[in-house]
């Protein structure tokens, strides 16, 4: 599984901006998917994550009511959707993704990084004050 991800850039705070990733191959819908960020000089955080199903979703506190994680699943695409944006949200968002059992659950270890199977290679996001 290759992840390729882009969308990434620079926007003012308040603005938005939309992410995605791409991942090649035929099992995308086998991997509960993930993004992370990290800021420089700090560990990478988890974001968000979403079931294979795309009904279940999961939000870092600090991203909760402000960012949108989905998918489509004929399109092998997951998307991070981020509104009103802040200068702390600036960092190299990755996306992540990971095999599960669970069709319809996010299941143990969805937010830790290192349960992640396949990494894409980041995209940039800034948010200016």
């Known amino acids: 599984v290759q992840l390729q991800a882009s969308g990434g850039g620079l926007v003012q705070a308040g603005g938005s901006l939309r992410l995605s990733c791409a991942s090649s191959?035929?099992?995308?819908?086998?991997?509960?998917m993930g993004w992370f960020r990290q800021a420089p000089g700090k560990e990478r955080e988890f974001v968000a994550a979403i079931s294979r199903s795309g009904g279940s979703t999961d939000y870092a506190d600090s991203v909760k009511g402000r960012f949108t994680i989905s998918r489509d699943n004929a399109k092998n695409t997951v998307y991070l959707q981020m509104n009103s944006l802040k200068p702390e949200d600036t960092a190299v968002y990755y996306c992540?993704?990971?095999?599960?059992?669970?069709?319809?659950?996010?299941?143990?270890?969805?937010?830790?990084?290192?349960?992640?199977?396949?990494w894409g290679q980041g995209t940039q996001v800034t948010v200016s004050s």
């Open positions: 191959g035929r099992t995308f819908s086998s991997h509960v």
């Open positions: 992540a993704a990971r095999q599960s059992m669970s069709w319809t659950h996010l299941t143990t270890g969805f937010t830790t990084g290192h349960r992640y199977d396949y």
